[in-house]
């Protein structure tokens, strides 16, 4: 079946703009995961969804980050003000929910801040 | 992250076995997962083992838990050129969702 698939797949912003980033996670997940990956190190948890509630936002750097899950399937995480330290790959997971069930990862988003 | 350690690089010969380790500090670590990306790519589910296990294998790979020490390896059998990425152990605790990555190591596959 379908993995999780992300758009866009590369996004290029000028400092201070708006971006949204897309996650569609694999069908009858129904937790979602959001992570931050920077050059040379592993992902770091931004948030985690169960259904369309976000169940554990812990890892959101600051208030210029949001994200949404309003039907409990497609997600879009949000940065506003971008800045150039915002510069990573965004990558999206989704698992079946139960402790223990393993994250499908997406391919990414690369997004680069000028 | 801090939670999970893992050495940067490792340069195995084609056709021998490949040893990748992983050291975590949370000792109410219950699951633990071993992941391969490759360039460009995201991340992809190698195997994953509870912590009440010692061992798993799958076919060319398998695994190791030391819960004592708090260490987890992963043994690649046979390691061919498609074996080259940067693999990265992750852990996360029961009742808790989200993982923890090491920072990955690099295994470069040499003829």
Not at chain 1, 50 to 79: C, H, M, W, Y
Not at chain 2, 68 to 77: C, G, N, P, V
Request: net charge negative; with cysteine; glycine share 10%.
């Amino acid at each position: 079946g379908a993995g999780v698939s992300q758009t866009p797949s590369n996004k290029v912003t000028e400092k201070g703009k708006y971006v949204e980033l897309r996650c569609d996670p694999i069908s009858g997940h129904t937790a979602l995961y959001w992570y931050r990956q920077s050059l040379g190190q592993g992902p770091e948890f931004l948030i985690y969804f169960q259904g369309t509630g976000a169940a554990d936002d812990s890892g959101l750097p600051n208030d210029r980050f949001f994200a949404v899950r309003p039907e409990g399937s497609v997600s879009t995480l949000k940065i506003q003000r971008t800045e150039r330290g915002d510069s990573a790959v965004y990558l999206c997971a989704s698992s079946l929910g139960d402790s223990g069930s393993p994250l499908h990862f997406g391919n990414g988003t690369r997004l680069t801040v000028t | 992250g801090e939670d999970v350690e893992q050495s940067l690089f490792l340069s195995v010969r084609e056709g021998d076995s490949s040893v990748i380790n992983c050291t975590y500090t949370d000792s109410s670590s219950t699951y633990l997962y071993w992941y391969k990306q490759e360039p460009g790519a995201g991340l992809q589910l190698l195997t994953y083992i509870f912590s009440n296990m010692d061992m798993k294998q799958d076919q060319r790979l398998t695994v190791l838990l030391n819960k004592k020490d708090k260490h987890l390896s992963l043994r690649i059998a046979d390691t061919q050129t498609g074996d080259s990425a940067i693999y990265f152990c992750a852990e996360t605790t029961l009742n808790d969702y989200k993982l923890s990555f090491g920072a990955g190591t690099t295994v470069t596959v040499r003829a």
